[in-house]
């Protein structure tokens, strides 16, 4: 899998960064515009999608993301990439992990790599 982003991918990326403050923004692309990585998130997806239980769709990802989040995004890419943080610390606190191919993640790793993995397949 190559690194180099494609033009979709860079294009959704900046309407992704443009439109963060607002609240109509798909909750798919605002978790998937917090990746730093995107393409190289998906490889570790695909075995996330995996690990996790079967069938989920990247609206169910998403909201189980936000609602371990309490259900709110920060208006900042920054402020919410803390928040991601955050919760991946209490995950691991919790035991609540997911070994998907040899890499022990915190559930929400898993499902926001899952999430990109996801996008990137419907996308391309």
Known sequence: ???RPTRREIGAFLA???LWPQAAMAPELLLY???DEPRRACALGAAC???LPPGQTPSQLAQAILQSLDGAA???RQSFKRRLAGRVTEDFAQSATVEADGWLLSR???QLYALAALHLKYTA
């Open 108 to 110: 929400t790793e898993a």
């Open 33 to 35: 515009a917090a990746l």
């Open 16 to 18: 992704g960064a443009a």
């Open 49 to 51: 999608l995996k690990a």
């Open 74 to 76: 920060p208006a900042t």
């Open 1 to 3: 899998m190559s690194a």
